[in-house]
């Protein structure tokens, strides 16, 4: 049963236009989403969060959306640039909880210069 | 501040035996978790230890098994090794739990590739 998902396996994406990146979830009692950023041979690198009691949290080139009624969240990348092309994992929390990260299967994320 | 890191860095091993990965938390840091990344997928829980007790489990068999030391450094040991055990064994840690505080963000290693035979 996959709780997190991200649709897309990979996208491409000019240098200096935007990029988006979709992630679904079914649990209800997520409440805590971040998205991960990933380069090969290194762990996930902590991108942006957003609370469930927010719908939009922006950091520099980074805005997270977040729509609770249909379960989605997109990750909004302007402008991409080259340093971008990674993987990008989508995660959600029940931060009343322990912790425990569940995440999406990741979109390759690549930006052509 | 020292990172997250991880050893080994690779490691090939042969169905039925066993394997200790280790993990030194940062700095700081008393809450370890470990995930399991197979290839094409998003890492998966394994389980989460909290100064020194084990602190929530995923879906996981027995057979999976941990450790927490008083400096909050961490080993994951798997017995009886399986093909589908190959992949790459992510440690993260933090300061705490979320409790019904705010969030507490985990830092990850780079992992340890882990291939069964």
């Known amino acids: 049963d996959q709780q997190v998902k991200q649709n897309s396996p990979s996208l491409s994406v000019q240098e200096g236009r935007i990029s988006i990146l979709n992630c679904d979830y079914t649990?209800?009692?997520?409440?805590?989403f971040l998205w991960y950023k990933k380069y090969p041979a290194e762990g996930p690198t902590f991108l942006i969060s957003?609370?469930?009691?927010?719908d939009k949290n922006e950091d520099g080139r980074f805005t997270v959306f977040l729509n609770k009624s249909a379960k989605h969240l997109s990750l909004h990348i302007v402008p991409s640039q080259p340093g971008d092309s990674a993987v990008y994992f989508c995660?959600?929390?029940?931060?009343?909880?322990?912790?425990?990260?569940?995440f999406g299967t990741g979109t390759r994320l690549t930006i052509i210069p | 501040e020292t990172g997250v890191t991880q050893s080994p860095t690779h490691l090939i091993k042969t169905r039925g035996q066993q394997v200790t990965l280790r993990c030194s938390s940062q700095?700081?840091?008393?809450?370890v978790s470990w995930y399991q990344q197979a290839l094409g997928q998003g890492p998966q829980f394994i389980f989460q230890?909290?100064?020194?007790?084990?602190?929530g489990r995923g879906n996981f068999p027995p057979r999976f098994s941990g450790l927490q030391f008083p400096n909050y450094s961490s080993e994951l040991n798997v017995n009886a090794l399986e093909l589908d055990d190959s992949a790459l064994y992510l440690c993260?840690?933090?300061?705490?739990?979320?409790?019904?505080?705010?969030?507490?963000?985990?830092?990850f290693g780079p992992g340890t590739r882990l291939t069964v035979l």
């Open positions: 993260a840690s933090s300061l705490g739990t979320s409790g019904r505080g705010s969030y507490n963000e985990q830092f």
């Open positions: 649990n209800s009692m997520f409440d805590y």
């Open positions: 957003i609370s469930s009691i927010k």
């Open positions: 995660a959600a929390s029940a931060r009343f909880g322990n912790e425990k990260l569940t």
């Open positions: 700095s700081g840091h008393n809450t």
């Open positions: 230890y909290y100064r020194e007790e084990e602190n």
